[in-house]
């Protein structure tokens, strides 16, 4: 029997434009994410229903609660709060989340919230090109304050920003459609910077206003192999985790870009505009936890910086390669996903072992799951047991990594019911409850615990894994 502590937090996670719908009720202002690639190609699987949780949040969380989670993990929607980023406060997305959170409390579930989940407010992104203005940091500061001052009497776990380090990639999000491609590297690195300040006074503010609570950042974490034992190749992976995940963690956790980073900004020349006071907020700020969001490894050889890129040189993806220095390839010592993702337990086990030697913090995972196209029956069921493969997996290596030493006090995969993918829409499906609907089709939005429910509740009744 592989137990738990008593007051582990199992839990599971979503974000509100994945989950919500609603997007322009009770007064919401638009956001970025109202405008993805999917609303572009005029599919319905987007955010205008989503799974429809604001609706139907009850009957949801009574079917959490079924399930045995402790704890649940979900983001406010800025643009709920605050209509146009900056402006007014829309007291109605106040009283959505304040009853979403009373009636977590009231099934005995502990809220943990994500302020920002890619979903910038949409007037801020055409006011001020988002992030690259330093207003843009106000608007965030005053938004989270906002939501401490509202929820933090009972919301005692916290995170500003999700997958800051992934974000930034993603051009959508950033609304950097439009950026000069000369310009574009210059641009992210300014967004970047001033995500990390807007981060690091969230943290401050938050230990000021709530005695009581938590925060920490929610990563999206890399861990990266060498293609060889050569050792350029086993620098090229160790660079493809600092640039990808490990500057982002010693910027939330020491107040300062490493040295390798400090050094490629400069190369570039595109090193952020700074101020002099932002040195103190950056330093001040210390997270109490690391939010981990895991769910595959990568793979990497030397880049040599004239080489011809076997796979072309691609700096806007998430899974960049960086001439001078790293090029992400297969890994075939590993299956992957129906969507790429190479599936990995014992990498989460060893990226936790390094965070905790690091950075000495405790650690929650704040995602981990697999996407893939299930299947209803004509029966009404759903049997998804390479679902329920991948998380005892994963779950088993937390248990092991516990053992190592790691501080790790929850796990929260993705996603407590299905939702929209980032990228796929709703035929790539991750929750335990399936929500029946496609992308093309509302149908009724009928919930249907899958299989994976069931065995799940089962692992938390027992506080851990029976085999
Ligand atoms: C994480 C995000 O990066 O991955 C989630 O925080 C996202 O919002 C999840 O849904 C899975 O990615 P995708 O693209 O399969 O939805």
């Known amino acids: ?39 572009l190609s005029n599919k319905q699987a987007d955010t205008t229903v989503a799974s429809d949780f604001y609706h139907h949040y009850e009957d949801d969380i009574k079917l959490m609660k079924k399930m045995g989670m402790k704890a649940y993990r979900f983001s406010i929607a800025w643009s709920r709060i605050i209509p146009d980023g900056d402006g007014e406060i829309n007291q109605k997305g106040i009283d959505f989340y304040n009853r979403v959170i ?26 001020y090109n988002g992030w690259e203005n330093r207003a843009c940091v106000h608007a ?34 950033m609304n950097m459609w439009d950026t000069p491609k000369e310009d574009c ?3 992210r690195a300014q967004m970047d910077y001033h995500m990390f300040l807007a981060s690091a006074q969230a943290i401050n503010n938050c230990h000021e206003m709530i005695s009581d609570a938590k925060i920490g950042p929610a990563v999206s974490s890399t861990m990266t ?46 090193a952020p505009k700074t101020e002099p006071t932002d040195t103190d907020i950056l330093k001040n700020a210390k997270p109490d ?24 040189t691609r700096v806007r993806d998430i899974d960049f390669d960086l001439a001078g220095y790293f090029k992400i390839m297969p890994n075939p010592e590993l299956k992957a996903s129906e969507y790429g993702a190479q599936i990995d337990p014992t990498g989460l086990r060893i990226l936790l072992n390094e965070y905790h030697r ?36 994963h779950i088993e290596a937390c ?10 006090f929850g796990y929260c995969p993705w996603s407590a019911m299905d939702l929209l993918s980032s990228h796929q829409g709703f035929k790539k499906r991750y929750g335990f409850i399936y929500v029946d609907r496609t992308d093309f089709d509302l149908k009724d939005l009928k919930r249907i615990p899958k299989d994976s429910f069931y065995w799940y509740r089962k692992v938390i009744k027992n506080n851990g894994l029976s085999d």
């Open 140 to 173: 965030f500061s005053r938004y989270a304050q906002t939501c401490f001052q509202a929820f933090g009497d009972r919301v005692k776990y916290w995170q500003p920003i999700n997958e800051q380090n992934l974000m930034i990639r993603v051009d959508e999000r």
């Open 1 to 39: 029997m592989k137990k738990f502590k008593e007051d582990f937090l199992w839990g599971a996670s979503s974000s509100a434009f994945q989950i919500e719908g609603a997007w322009n009720e009770d007064g919401k202002g638009e956001s970025v994410a109202d405008f993805n690639s999917f609303k």
């Open 185 to 187: 590297e210059r641009v």
């Open 289 to 312: 936890f690391i939010a981990v969001n895991y769910y595959r490894t990568l793979m990497a050889g030397y880049f040599p910086i004239d080489e011809e890129h076997p796979f072309g």
């Open 225 to 270: 192999y060498p293609a060889t034992s050569r050792p350029m190749d086993v620098w090229a992976a160790k660079m493809n985790d600092n640039f990808k995940t490990n500057y982002a963690l010693e910027m939330y956790c020491y107040g300062e870009y490493p040295g390798y980073y400090k050094e490629y900004l400069n190369k570039m020349d595109i």
């Open 358 to 393: 690091q950075f000495r913090l405790p650690m929650i995972i704040t995602e981990n799951g697999l996407g893939t196209a299930d299947k209803l029956t004509s029966d009404g069921e759903v049997k998804d047991p390479y679902r329920i493969s991948y998380l005892h997996d």
């Open 102 to 127: 009373d009636c977590l409390i009231k099934e005995g579930m502990i809220p943990l919230v994500t302020l920002y989940h890619f979903d910038l407010p949409l007037a801020l992104a055409k006011k």
């Open 399 to 408: 248990y092991d990594a516990i053992q190592d030493g790691v501080e790790l």
